[in-house]
């Protein structure tokens, strides 16, 4: 019997990981939440674990090689790196908000946080559309 090594094992691996641990979390905190926490804390703790599944993926995105390869391999990386890079600070700024936030005001403030993180990402991806050569609109409109 040979065996196959599959790159995306290691993957999928990890991700089931994440998966039931976030799970096992949630189930940790609603089993102990009316009796032995408040639903104040339950709340800035569900809000501590989605910021941590934040930076979970934030952290994944960047190591995650595209199954095809690149026309410009050094551009892609970057570009991993860079929304990488923004979804794991959104990812801590919103853990940030819930913890040390008042509780009224933590999950605008944590929103604050991880819709600036998207916001970045996007105007980032659309400036590159932009990019003559770039295969955006103006390449298009160049009649290439």
């Known amino acids: 019997m040979t065996h196959i090594h599959a790159p995306w094992r ?16 949630t189930i940790v905190i609603k089993a102990l939440s009316p009796e ?3 639903p104040d804390l339950s709340h800035r703790l569900f809000g501590v674990l989605g910021g941590a ?27 991993r790196r860079f929304t990488g890079w923004s979804l794991t600070l959104g990812g801590l700024g919103y853990m940030l908000a819930w913890m040390l936030a008042p509780i009224e005001h933590a999950n605008g403030i944590a929103a604050c946080f991880l819709g600036a993180s998207f916001l970045v990402m996007s105007t ?21």
Do not use: D, W
């Open 53 to 79: 599944l934040v930076i979970f993926m934030g952290n994944a995105i960047p190591k995650n090689l595209p199954r095809r390869g690149p026309r410009h391999p050094a551009a892609e990386q970057a570009k």
């Open 124 to 144: 980032q991806a659309c400036s590159r559309l932009s990019i003559p050569g770039n295969g955006g609109p103006t390449t298009l409109s160049q009649g290439r």
């Open 36 to 38: 032995y926490i408040g």
């Open 10 to 25: 290691a993957e999928i691996g990890r991700s089931l990981v994440a998966a039931g641990l976030f799970c096992q979390g």
